[in-house]
């Protein structure tokens, strides 16, 4: 059966390239009219060159963006580990040496309370920074033994490497020849260690200053979080002992209830009658906390200051 359809000529095809590339009728050689609103040779390949120009700073673009995107992402990143090591350092400090000098009050002295909450505040920033450093050193070390390995395996076990980008991909249930695509680009990419270490480990980059940061930021929030219950007893007198420790009660008080709340909404959001009910929660936990461990500080305290009185 013949075919009632004529086939393209090469004419065809080229003027509908044409048309598509430049938005003009392709021109016609036996129409003047035609050829006079035609685009010349020249404005043609100016016009593809100029497409191709533009492809390529859209591509660069492109890239600089992903780029740009990548170094927020890195610094946003460290502020949010940042705020993290805060959070680990008042937490802490706006308990422990609130109930400590919460139950040193049953003594009666004021000096006492400041000597030792001073002292516990020294020993615990310490304490704490040294703590904070140590585990970002470890963390570090856990990631250049792991980057070690990675290189040494693609290096040395191409096998090795592409059975590890399809252990990446497995979970998705991808078609199998997406999956050999994908895995036979990424073995010959120069970013492979890369891939591996983000998408198989799920081990960040880790920052050259992370162990000293850590450390500073920790240490800092201990010490600052614990000074705030300490500031009343500097101004009363040696035996108003009580006085101050009511005021320092409502300044943990305060103090517990706006690190809860902030604390809660930082994770979940600030607007939204929901995160502030979750923020209202967290304030109340973080009260209630701080609460027993004065009150259980403050009885053994007493009980043990009877005991040696006996």
Same mark, same amino acid.
């Given at each position: 059966?013949?075919?009632?359809?004529?086939?393209?000529?090469?004419?065809?095809?080229?003027?509908?390239?044409?048309?598509?590339?430049?938005?003009?009728?392709?021109?016609?050689?036996?129409?003047?009219?035609?050829?006079?609103?035609?685009?010349?040779?020249?404005?043609?390949?100016?016009?593809?060159?100029?497409?191709?120009?533009?492809?390529?700073?859209?591509?660069?673009?492109?890239?600089?963006?992903?780029?740009?995107?990548?170094?927020?992402?890195?610094?946003?990143?460290?502020?949010?580990?940042?705020?993290?090591?805060?959070?680990?350092?008042?937490?802490?400090?706006?308990?422990?040496?609130?109930?400590?000098?919460?139950?040193?009050?049953?003594?009666?002295?004021?000096?006492?309370?400041?000597?030792?909450?001073?002292?516990?505040?020294?020993?615990?920033?310490?304490?704490?920074?040294?703590?904070?450093?140590?585990?970002?050193?470890?963390?570090?070390?856990?990631?250049?033994?792991?980057?070690?390995?990675?290189?040494?395996?693609?290096?040395?076990?191409?096998?090795?490497?592409?059975?590890?980008?399809?252990?990446?991909?497995?979970?998705?249930?991808?078609?199998?020849?997406?999956?050999?695509?994908?895995?036979?680009?990424? !073995?010959?990419?120069?970013? +492979?260690?890369? #891939? =591996?270490?983000? @998408?198989?480990?799920? /081990? %960040?980059?880790?920052?050259?200053? $992370?162990?000293?940061?850590? !450390?500073?930021?920790?240490? +800092?929030?201990? #010490? =600052?979080?614990? @000074?705030?219950?300490? /500031? %009343?007893?500097?101004?009363?007198? $040696?035996?108003?002992?009580?006085?101050?420790?009511?005021?320092?009660?409502?300044?943990?008080?305060?103090?517990?209830?706006?690190?809860?709340?902030?604390?809660?909404?930082?994770?979940?959001?600030?607007?939204?009658?929901?995160?502030?009910?979750?923020?209202?929660?967290?304030?109340?936990?973080?009260?209630?906390?701080?609460?027993?461990?004065?009150?259980?500080?403050?009885?053994?305290?007493?009980?043990?200051?009877?005991?040696?009185?006996?």
């Amino acid at each position: 059966m013949p075919n009632s359809f004529p086939l393209p000529t090469l004419r065809d095809l080229e003027s509908s390239h044409f048309e598509l590339q430049t938005g003009v009728p392709y021109p016609e050689p036996d129409n003047q009219g035609y050829n006079e609103k035609a685009v010349p040779k020249e404005d043609y390949t100016s016009t593809r060159s100029s497409t191709d120009v533009e492809s390529q700073a859209s591509s660069t673009d492109a890239s600089t963006l992903l780029e740009e995107e990548r170094e927020q992402k890195r610094g946003s990143r460290v502020s949010a580990r940042m705020i993290s090591d805060a959070i680990i350092g008042l937490s802490d400090g706006l308990t422990v040496p609130f109930a400590l000098t919460a139950g040193l009050s049953a003594l009666g002295n004021t000096k006492v309370v400041i000597f030792a909450g001073l002292a516990e505040l020294t020993a615990g920033a310490i304490s704490m920074g040294l703590g904070g450093y140590l585990g970002a050193k470890s963390e570090e070390e856990s990631y250049q033994a792991t980057l070690a390995e990675t290189n040494n395996l693609v290096s040395t076990s191409s096998a090795s490497a592409a059975e590890s980008i399809k252990a990446v991909f497995s979970p998705y249930d991808l078609p199998q020849n997406l999956t050999e695509d994908l895995t036979f680009h990424l !073995a010959k990419s120069p970013h +492979l260690v890369q #891939f =591996l270490m983000h @998408f198989e480990h799920a /081990l %960040p980059e880790q920052e050259p200053s $992370r162990a000293i940061t850590c !450390a500073l930021t920790i240490a +800092l929030g201990y #010490f =600052l979080g614990g @000074f705030l219950p300490l /500031l %009343p007893y500097f101004f009363v007198g $040696r035996e108003e002992v009580m006085h101050a420790l009511w005021w320092s009660l409502g300044v943990m008080a305060v103090s517990l209830f706006a690190f809860g709340y902030g604390k809660t909404c930082f994770v979940a959001g600030w607007r939204g009658s929901k995160n502030v009910w979750d923020g209202t929660k967290g304030a109340l936990q973080m009260v209630v906390v701080g609460g027993v461990a004065a009150g259980c500080a403050m009885a053994l305290v007493r009980v043990f200051n009877e005991l040696s009185g006996q």
